[in-house]
């Protein structure tokens, strides 16, 4: 025996810890979202009784915290393990999971643009919703008033003989523009900060998907040179043992 030290491909430390890294974040961040909705759900009562969430006439804001809490924990749970533990299964678990996200952000944002006039009705049928479930949901009271409150208009006394007023008078006292019109025109104002932000989701996202798949490389590079390495160590030992055998 030479004494060699058989040298070949080996993962890179610096992509599996940065991945480990990037998903740990996300992986905290799911969990504390879910922690959140259970806990306004348990609040609620609805942990107590789930039929009651179909009890509600409007949208109820603690699904945005399960499902994406759900999603982000689910994620950063395979690309933590993964990485830490080159598991490639969970690695391309991650990265097609990723992948699919992507692809539907990017299809949601196609049709929406070119759909736009059906986006709005879509979007008026829903707002009107739940306005008129105003009181069946804290959690939409709150949503609903956070959204009027951004307008900066003083609305007193839920509107009371507002309508006696003039209409250019009542603008003082209630919000006489819809919330459809008032987002477009804040999305107008802010485009470059909305298109920003979307441009930088989209990265992280090929990000993390590059990480994985170069990640996945390396993995299966080291097991096919180790795999020569094991069987001629194999062939080494038995030819010894033969010898040892015959003498």
């Given amino acids: 025996m030479s004494g060699k030290h058989f040298k070949g491909p080996e993962v890179s430390c610096c992509v599996k810890y940065v991945l480990f890294g990037f998903n740990i974040v996300f992986w905290l961040l799911g969990a504390a979202f879910l922690g959140i909705g259970l806990w306004a759900w348990a609040e609620k009562g ?11 006439g409007g949208f109820d804001p603690v699904w945005l ?3 994406v809490g759900g999603v982000m924990f689910i994620l950063g749970f395979a690309g933590c393990i993964g990485a830490l533990r080159e598991n490639t299964f969970l690695l391309k678990f991650f990265s097609v999971f990723l992948g699919l996200i992507f692809f539907l952000e990017l299809t949601t944002g196609i049709l929406a643009f070119v759909f736009k006039d059906w986006i709005k009705d879509q979007l008026n049928l829903f707002i009107n919703k739940n306005v008129q479930a105003y009181r069946d949901d804290i959690d939409l009271q709150n949503l609903i008033d956070f959204a009027q409150e951004y307008e900066d208009v003083i609305n007193t006394q ?3 003989d507002v309508r006696l007023k003039m209409e250019i008078d009542q603008q003082d006292y209630i919000y006489t ?4 019109g008032q987002f477009e025109k804040w999305l107008q104002e802010n485009l470059i900060v ?3 932000i979307f ?7 090929i990000f993390g998907i590059c990480l994985a798949q170069n990640l996945v490389t390396d993995i299966k590079a080291v097991k096919a040179n180790c795999l020569p390495r094991l069987q001629s160590d194999e062939s080494t030992n038995a030819f010894w043992s033969a010898a040892t055998l015959n003498n």
């Fill in 199 to 205: 441009i930088a989701i989209a990265l992280l996202q």
């Fill in 158 to 160: 839920c509107g009371y």
């Fill in 177 to 180: 523009k819809g919330c459809v």
């Fill in 194 to 196: 909305v298109a920003g």
């Fill in 46 to 56: 609805v942990l107590s009784n789930i039929s009651s969430i179909t009890d509600l």
């Fill in 65 to 67: 915290f399960i499902v």
